[in-house]
């Protein structure tokens, strides 16, 4: 079986602040890694995903996240937000194939103070 | 290339009556997954269709029922209607061959109210 946790359900910080935005996963078999993103009132649009080689993935709209096999853990970063970010992230996973039902983290909710 | 469209956006039901959300996938892709996303919730996986078959399901009743039509569109019907099952529906496509696509690319959503 397969689990995904998001550690902090909000995280508000500051324009041009850096942020960090935490996921653990839980598996016992290799999977893809994926983070979501969902504006107010919209649909889920892919961010980012990894699914072999370099650890170091990047992503649309700045963001990168950095897979750690043996932490288990699939953490989001951007050096630096804007108000634009603000949104619910969900970190996923899924099995090696699209027909594999992708299992979502309850979310993180990115707000940005100006 | 045009991306996965849901339809309704919004829809407003009453206990005990029946829905059907229906979904149009991505330009070559011929799988379907369905999602159901509380509020305040990530998305839940009810169920997947290829070849006009199911292909995996979530833990749903069965009065969560799909199909999918040779032109891989897909349909989500739901009897019964419970408060509970008031959500954002979510509809993901992607292609499953002999290179499947890695990845599921999602509709903007049916927000369902139940009263």
């Known amino acids: 079986a397969q689990s995904v946790t998001q550690l902090d359900s909000q995280v508000p910080v500051f324009e041009e602040a850096p942020v960090e935005l935490r996921c653990n996963y839980s598996s016992s078999v290799s999977v893809y890694l994926f983070w979501y993103v969902q504006y107010p009132n919209q649909g889920l649009q892919l961010l980012l995903k990894y699914l072999s080689g370099s650890t170091l993935v990047k992503g649309i709209n700045g963001f990168e996240a950095e897979f750690n096999k043996s932490q288990t853990s699939f953490h989001l970063r951007k050096p630096s937000v804007h108000i634009s970010d603000t949104a619910e992230y969900f970190c996923?996973?899924?099995?090696?194939?699209?027909?594999?039902?992708?299992?979502f983290g309850s979310g993180t909710r990115l707000s940005i103070r100006p | 290339e045009t991306g996965v469209t849901q339809s309704p956006t919004h829809l407003i039901k009453t206990r005990g009556q029946q829905v059907t959300l229906r979904c149009s996938s991505q330009s070559g892709h011929n799988t379907v997954s369905w999602y159901q996303q509380a509020l305040g919730q990530g998305p839940q996986f009810i169920f997947q269709y290829y070849r006009e078959e199911e292909n995996g399901r979530g833990n749903f009743p069965p009065r969560f029922s799909g199909l999918q039509f040779p032109n891989y569109s897909s349909e989500l019907n739901v009897n019964a209607l419970e408060l509970d099952d008031s959500a954002l529906y979510l509809c993901?496509?992607?292609?499953?061959?002999?290179?499947?696509?890695?990845?599921?690319?999602f509709g903007p959503g049916t927000r369902l109210t139940v009263l």
């Open positions: 996923a996973v899924s099995g090696y194939s699209s027909a594999s039902k992708i299992i």
């Open positions: 993901a496509s992607s292609y499953t061959g002999l290179v499947s696509s890695d990845t599921q690319y």
